[in-house]
């Protein structure tokens, strides 16, 4: 069973543009979200999606979205890139949304560098 | 507002030697705490996963425990070896599966 695919793995950008990040989900798993992860604020929770909605929301400014397709696909958006969002970004699926019994799985990351 | 800390932040021992690992949260109203490993430039590795129902869980060598009440975890690993040596990672989960980090614990297994 494949596990969670996320891409591109690695990435440069400018200040200023906009990158978008996929996040493919174990078969069958509907819940996905995202985190942030830093060396100075560690893991950082950015949105949850379900079902193609947005469930739940970090505390990350406007020019982080997302989206979730019919198929559970996910995407990410963050636009004017800042040096500060130079990071590891990690995407997690689930069976279900909500803790219940629901082990998390992660993907390798996808690492943003911002230049 | 919940917070994860984790105690030591890094943590060495001789191979053989058993590890414990602490997790502590400020709000006691979780719905699980899970137990993650992170090798460097990797993603995370589910290891355990503890329903708030619960006071335990074991996988092998890994054993967790869970009491809320006084909002701690530990991850006991026995017998350590090399292989073991990674940053783990603790995380609580909310009603809407929101997961909370702590900072983790670096551990390094000498041979």
């Known amino acids: 069973k494949a596990g969670v695919t996320q891409t591109p793995r690695y990435l440069i950008k400018t200040r200023g543009q906009q990158v978008t990040l996929s996040c493919s989900p174990i078969?069958?798993?509907?819940?996905v979200s995202w985190y942030q992860q830093t060396p100075g604020q560690g893991l950082q929770f950015l949105f949850e999606?379900?079902?193609?909605?947005?469930?739940n929301k970090g505390n990350f400014p406007g020019r982080f979205s997302g989206r979730q397709f019919s198929n559970s696909r996910s995407e990410m958006n963050v636009s004017t890139l800042e040096l500060g969002d130079s990071a590891l970004y990690l995407c997690?699926?689930?069976?279900?949304?909500?803790?219940?019994?629901?082990?998390?799985?992660f993907g390798e990351g996808s690492w943003l560098t911002v230049v | 507002k919940q917070e994860v800390t984790q105690i030591p932040a890094a943590l060495s021992v001789p191979e053989g030697e058993n590890l414990v690992l602490n997790c502590s949260f400020t709000d006691s109203a979780i719905y699980n705490l899970q137990w993650f490993r992170q090798d460097p430039g990797k993603g995370l590795t589910s290891l355990l996963l503890i329903q708030s129902s619960q006071r335990e869980q074991t996988s092998g060598r890994l054993n967790a425990s869970l009491d809320k009440s006084s909002g701690r975890s530990t991850l006991y690993i026995a017998a350590s070896q090399p292989g073991d040596s990674a940053t783990y990672l603790c995380a609580v989960g909310d009603s809407w599966g929101k997961l909370q980090f702590g900072a983790g614990t670096q551990v390094v297994v000498t041979p």
């Open positions: 078969s069958g798993h509907r819940s």
């Open positions: 999606y379900f079902s193609e909605t947005q469930r």
């Open positions: 997690a699926s689930s069976l279900e949304r909500g803790p219940g019994g629901n082990t998390i799985y």
